[in-house]
């Protein structure tokens, strides 16, 4: 990391959870500089009732140095919490802890809401966690640790342009990303599993599977809230043969998944419904599956028993899909 950074103190007004407006350049020319807003949602995992990530600074590799948003040391950033400890049981200074769990589908909290950056390019934006990240059993409520590797996610850069926007959201698909190796303690989180979306560029699915196709196909349990009955599968591209579809594991050789999410059954509308947020606007091949387990260390046989094209567009509509 480089010594020089700038921290970026100008206060404004939030204008919503997911908007960003930059203060003024100081230029005669009235053109504010660029925006940034960053945000996380989450593709669940089955077997935890919660994840909680635990972060401390956001950077922002740039030509003219580095920029570091420190949690709870300015205007725009959010705020620390008591979630993330210490091995002694102390809270974690200047850090949130976030349950992903909570922000599903096209659901997502904003890290950064109302600070303005440099016109320039940026080669890379860091994610800085801190310790004290973990999960909960969703069987027994005991609590495992998670950890990041070199304990910072590493994700794309982006050009910032004067008067422009930069709205991300910060996609953990934990079906990918989380992983649990034999002989080891605690749960890892991969950054494969996790992606960077303009959400200037990206829209939504939500999605139904007939309870015919599932009882068809022999998913099980049926009518049971608490449990996912199947799994849904996002490839990028029209027309992706089911025959080449690989899992969260698979052969790198075949079409692997760009998302996935779990299938579960609405008690109060009586539908078995499916969502996937934040997908970039564009043409992909969408598969349902009777299977819910899905190592992402493990090539494992997922079997599909359908598939149709999708065209997601850019937006707050989503688009609806149904099996």
């Known amino acids: 990391m480089l010594n020089k950074k700038y921290l970026v103190t100008c206060t404004l007004s939030a204008l919503s959870a997911l908007l960003l407006v930059a203060c003024g350049s100081g230029s005669d020319d009235k053109t504010p500089l660029p925006s940034f807003s960053l945000s996380v949602s989450d593709a669940p995992v089955d077997d935890l009732s919660e994840v909680v990530v635990c972060f401390n600074q956001i950077e922002l590799k740039g030509s003219g140095g580095d920029v570091i948003f420190t949690v709870g ?38 890290l950064v809401d ?44 982006f050009t910032a342009t004067l008067g422009g926007t930069v709205d991300f959201t910060l996609e953990f698909d934990l079906n990918k990303a989380m992983t649990n190796p034999v002989g080891q303690a605690g749960y890892f ?20 599977v007939s309870e015919t196709l599932l009882i068809d196909n022999q998913c099980t349990p049926l009518s049971d809230s608490s449990v996912n009955v199947a799994s849904v599968y996002i490839y990028e591209g029209t027309g992706v043969v089911i025959d080449t579809m690989e899992d969260n594991g698979g ?24 969502d996937i947020g934040f997908i970039k606007a564009g043409d992909y091949t969408i598969a349902v599956s009777c299977d819910t387990e899905d190592a992402p260390e493990v090539d494992e046989e997922v079997s599909f028993i359908t598939s149709q094209n999708v065209t997601v567009i850019s937006g707050n509509t989503p688009v609806q899909v149904n099996f």
């Open 189 to 208: 989180l991969k950054p494969r599993g996790v992606r960077l979306v303009n959400n200037n560029e990206a829209g939504h699915i939500d999605g139904t």
């Open 251 to 274: 052969d790198e050789n075949g079409s692997l998944p760009y998302a996935t999410t779990a299938v579960a059954f609405d008690s109060e509308q009586t539908s078995y419904n499916f």
């Open 114 to 157: 109302g600070i303005s950056i440099e016109v320039g390019d940026y080669t890379q934006l860091r994610l800085i966690m801190s310790n004290g990240s973990y999960g909960t059993d969703a069987q027994t409520s005991e609590k495992i640790s998670v950890s990041v590797p070199s304990n910072e996610l590493k994700l794309d850069g």
């Open 73 to 110: 040391d300015e205007d725009g950033m959010i705020a620390a919490n008591d979630l993330c400890l210490d091995n002694s049981g102390g809270v974690i200074p200047n850090t949130v802890g976030i349950d992903l769990k909570q922000y599903t589908g096209s659901d997502s909290i904003a």
